[in-house]
């Protein structure tokens, strides 16, 4: 599962996109139910802040909005809100790396940093989805669309997400492409096209967002102790 992420990289999606006029800094730790930058299909020139997965004031009084951060391809044909919320309300997600955790056993786990290496940042496919309260409010939060991870990827997360090369953007942002037509330019994430490294667990702590948390460290295990297994 993808929950966490990096964009430190922000001047290159400032030479691509206009930005929507908030607060634009490299985030270092992307952490769900937080504002991020996102590119949307009603506006694909620039960049838009919404919600990764539902905030607690959203999940709070509707249920079905159980904070969803990621979305398994295989059930949008499967799902026709998916479906519909991929026709018509799909996005652009960039990011320049992850943050995963590899499990040594069954109390121990250690902190890997995952740093896109085969251009400056990558444009990972999602969704959004619109949430109402009570009070009439609309509210958007998105969700990247993810595929079951291939061998290399599955000691750090089952699910990998997708990504959208830059070269078919007019594909993707076409209103008139259906899924099947733009299925085929979606490609998982390359175990090959990243530098990862052991770094402090600190990323797990919303209140760290610095570069110090890309920084590689020794091998530590989640409570910050040297890990003896990796």
């Not at 930005?19 to 620039?46: R, V």
């Not at 990764?52 to 799902?79: E, F, H």
């Not at 078919?168 to 175990?191: A, E, N």
Request: charged share 25%; hydrophobic share 30%; aromatic share 20%.
């Amino acid at each position: 599962m993808i929950d966490r992420y990096t964009l430190v990289n922000t001047s290159y999606v400032l030479k691509t996109f206009k930005n929507d006029g908030e607060n634009f800094e490299p985030i270092y730790n992307a952490y769900p139910t937080k504002k991020l930058p996102i590119i949307t299909l009603s506006k694909n020139d620039e960049i838009s802040n919404f919600f990764w997965g539902s905030t607690r004031d959203m999940s709070k009084n509707n249920s079905l909005a159980s904070r969803l951060i990621n979305v398994d391809i295989s059930k949008v044909k499967r799902s026709n809100v998916l479906f519909n919320q991929f026709k018509f309300d799909r996005c652009l997600i960039p990011c320049d790396g992850f943050y995963f955790w590899k499990k040594l056993n069954i109390k121990e786990k250690t902190p890997y940093y995952f740093k896109y290496i085969k251009d400056k940042l990558m444009y990972c496919a999602g969704i959004r989805e619109k949430y109402e309260d009570f009070s009439g409010n609309r509210f958007y939060h998105f969700s990247f669309l993810t595929s079951s991870s291939s061998s290399e990827w599955k000691a750090f997360s089952n699910n990998s997400p997708l990504m959208v090369d830059m070269r078919y953007f007019d594909i993707w942002f076409d209103r008139k492409s259906s899924y099947d037509k733009i299925y085929p330019f979606l490609s998982p994430i390359k175990f090959s096209h990243f530098n990862n490294y052991t770094v402090s667990p600190y990323f797990d702590d919303k209140n760290y967002n610095d570069a110090s948390l890309i920084e590689p460290k020794e091998s530590l295990n989640q409570y910050g102790n040297y890990s003896l297994f990796d």
